[in-house]
């Protein structure tokens, strides 16, 4: 079992719909998740992090914990073509110092 | 402010070879931690430095070495290259000690191996 996983995509959606982007994690120590959005040829940025179970909402964007289902999701409200990226899942191991990155979503938002 | 700078942005290297890649965080950042991304993949976890000294490594060989400088700079070295050390390197910035707020993330070095 990865200790990140994400579904691959990729995800298509038209633009102005929610996007919704899943994540599980095997590690149930964990205590920090975070979402980064990486385009092409760039270096991810940080765009979420989420510390406990329920919802976090900032602007378009929603990140959602279970930590009893280890699972972790994106929801992206009125997509826009400049949304178009790839989308990983971070999860901060027990004891603080690694952080594992899931393999990403790739998120297609059509004009 | 400067973000975290890497250089050289880009690198062609021959197996066999050993490189150095060099990190510099944000001002005030006193943890770096160095990553690999594979195209496709996300970024797997090398080394974490903090204060210079090292708190995490990840499952590379010892090809793989890092140290971190009294300025919180730090260098990733990889000796004897082979051709799957192609990828781009990433290193990131954190303020704290256990990066629980989070990386910034500089623009990467992308090595080559032919």
């Known amino acids: 079992q990865k200790e990140v996983e994400q579904n691959s995509g990729p995800l298509s959606v038209p633009e102005g719909a929610i996007a919704s982007l899943n994540c599980t994690y095997s590690?149930?120590?964990?205590?920090?998740f975070f979402w980064y959005r990486q385009y092409s040829g760039k270096s991810p940025e940080l765009i979420m992090s989420?510390?406990?179970?329920g919802d976090k909402e900032d602007g378009r964007f929603t990140a959602q914990l279970n930590k009893a289902s280890q699972y972790v999701s994106l929801l992206i409200r009125d997509s826009q073509p400049s949304d178009s990226a790839t989308y990983l899942c971070?999860?901060?191991?027990?004891?603080?110092?690694?952080?594992?990155f899931g393999a990403g979503t790739r998120l297609f938002v059509k004009a | 402010d400067a973000g975290v700078t890497q250089s050289p942005t880009h690198l062609i290297k021959t197996r066999g070879q050993h490189v150095t890649l060099r990190c510099s965080p944000i001002?005030?950042?006193?943890?770096v931690s160095w990553y690999q991304q594979v195209l496709g993949q996300g970024p797997q976890f090398i080394f974490q430095?903090?204060?210079?000294?090292?708190?995490g490594r990840g499952n590379f060989p010892d090809r793989f070495s890092a140290r971190q400088f009294p300025n919180y700079s730090s260098e990733l070295n990889v000796n004897a290259l082979l051709l799957g050390d192609s990828a781009l390197y990433l290193c990131?910035?954190?303020?704290?000690?256990?990066?629980?707020?989070?990386?910034?993330f500089g623009s990467g070095t992308r090595l080559t191996v032919v």
């Open positions: 990131a910035s954190s303020l704290y000690e256990t990066a629980e707020r989070g990386y910034t």
């Open positions: 590690d149930r120590g964990s205590q920090s």
């Open positions: 989420i510390y406990s179970n």
């Open positions: 971070a999860v901060q191991n027990t004891g603080g110092f690694k952080t594992i």
């Open positions: 001002s005030g950042h006193k943890s």
């Open positions: 430095y903090y204060e210079k000294e090292e708190r």
